[in-house]
Nanobody, 127 residues
């Protein structure tokens, strides 16, 4: 069993930055693909970013490409989402997710195959 705990959310002005962290406990962290998703009020959960292996390139939604960077530190069992140039439309609850199955590895942009989810952290961007 893997437990994921997000932190780092908060209120920031447009153009500002935040770094979200996702601390994992349980099984070998390095074997998990990690993803970030978000859900705004009244909207469906959407993909933000994912990283499969440490040192590998990340996958990004078009809406955040060039502004957000996903990374992981396997020694610390932690994944990160650095968010720069934030916009009001980035306001949402951000969730981290972890998975090891083949479907996650080949389609990390899809939420359903992820096996473990954090409780979410609120990000609010004011205009």
């Amino acid at each position: 069993q893997v437990q994921l705990v997000e932190s780092g959310g908060g209120l920031v002005q447009a153009g500002g930055s935040l770094r979200l962290s996702c601390a994992a406990s349980g099984r070998t962290f390095s074997s998990y693909a990690m993803g970030w998703f978000r859900q705004a009020p009244g909207k469906e959960r959407e993909f933000v970013a994912a990283i499969i292996w440490s040192g590998g390139s990340g996958y990004y939604a078009d809406s955040v490409k060039g502004r957000f960077t996903i990374s992981r530190d396997n020694a610390k069992n932690t994944a990160y989402l650095q968010m720069n140039s934030l916009k009001p439309e980035d306001t949402a609850v951000y969730y981290c997710a972890a998975g090891t199955n083949t479907e996650v590895v080949f389609t990390p942009m899809i939420s359903r195959p992820y096996e473990y989810w954090g409780q979410g952290t609120q990000v609010t961007v004011s205009s």
